[in-house]
């Protein structure tokens, strides 16, 4: 492996790709890292977001990298200090760097870290506010105005706080409403809808809708869902929208944390 070309040389030459988006690496260790750093910087100023998922993390895992690519793994601390501090958005798995990539693609950066979730289903959200602290994401208060005006909106039984709780009984005309206002809300950076599609009350007109809010390009909108058929059929149809939609909560908050690590590399390096 790396014999005569390595990560540097790859992402340089990605950097000046005019078809490329975004890039993403998987690396074990970094026979040249200036070169790698360069690179990244180079693509990090052509507006390109840099995602690296970087393993042999412990002692075991980096002298196994030395057998397999020839390069020694290090401290990753050190790795994720520079990396951070040259604007390169980090992943935590193969999964979460595909999630990563695709949602930088689709979506526009996140102005901050604050986040609010919505959902016809509670449970995976909850489960999703787990990951929050390790992806660097916070679960902002909503404004005044925003849970009165949604309290003014839906019936005594929905919940309005963050994370919103739109019930088993959503229309995607609910959740429409609800994005809408998070997306008037100062206080929201990132907006993260769960779906239960196959809830009776929530058709498809839920596709349209959310294309319409999500061509306006105000607040990045990384969605999440689990089921069957119908529903990657709906997710499916949502990506084709440019909409990313993740089966599991992992992906999903990976996905909402890229969007807000590639916004602050944005104002830290003033691109």
């Given amino acids: ?9 790859l992402i340089a030459e990605l950097a000046s790709d005019p078809e490329t988006m975004v890039i993403g690496s998987y690396i074990e260790g970094l026979g040249d890292g200036r070169k790698f750093i360069e690179a990244s910087s180079m693509a990090v100023a052509a507006g390109k977001p840099v995602v690296v998922f970087k393993t042999g993390r412990n002692r075991q895992s980096a002298q196994a990298s030395v057998s397999h690519t020839g390069a ?16 390169i958005v980090l992943a935590d798995s193969f999964h979460e760097l595909y999630a990563s990539c695709e949602a930088l693609a689709l979506q526009p950066p996140a102005r901050g870290n604050r986040a609010a979730m919505l959902s016809n289903g509670a449970g995976p959200m909850v489960n999703a506010l787990d990951h929050f602290p390790r992806a660097g994401l916070e679960l902002v208060t909503l404004g005044r105005d925003s849970v009165k005006a949604m309290r003014g909106h839906f019936s005594f039984f929905y919940i309005v706080e963050n994370p919103v709780d739109v019930t088993g009984s959503a229309t995607a005309a609910d959740y429409e409403y609800v994005i809408k206002t998070l997306m008037d809300d100062a206080a929201v950076d990132i907006i993260m809808p769960f779906f239960v599609f196959q809830d009776t009350p929530l058709d498809e007109s839920i596709v349209e809708r959310l294309d319409a809010l999500s061509a306006l390009r105000a607040k990045p909108i990384v ?5 069957g058929e119908y529903t990657e059929r709906m997710s499916d149809a949502l990506r084709k929208a440019g909409i990313p939609v993740y089966p599991d909560v992992a992906r999903w908050v990976a996905a909402a944390s890229a969007l807000s690590q590639w916004g602050r590399t944005i104002r830290n390096h003033g691109k």
């Fill in 72 to 87: 020694y793994g290090g401290s990753y601390e050190v790795y994720e200090g520079v990396m951070r501090q040259h604007g």
């Fill in 223 to 227: 969605c999440c869902a689990a089921g």
């Fill in 1 to 9: 492996n790396r014999v005569d070309v390595d990560e540097g040389d």
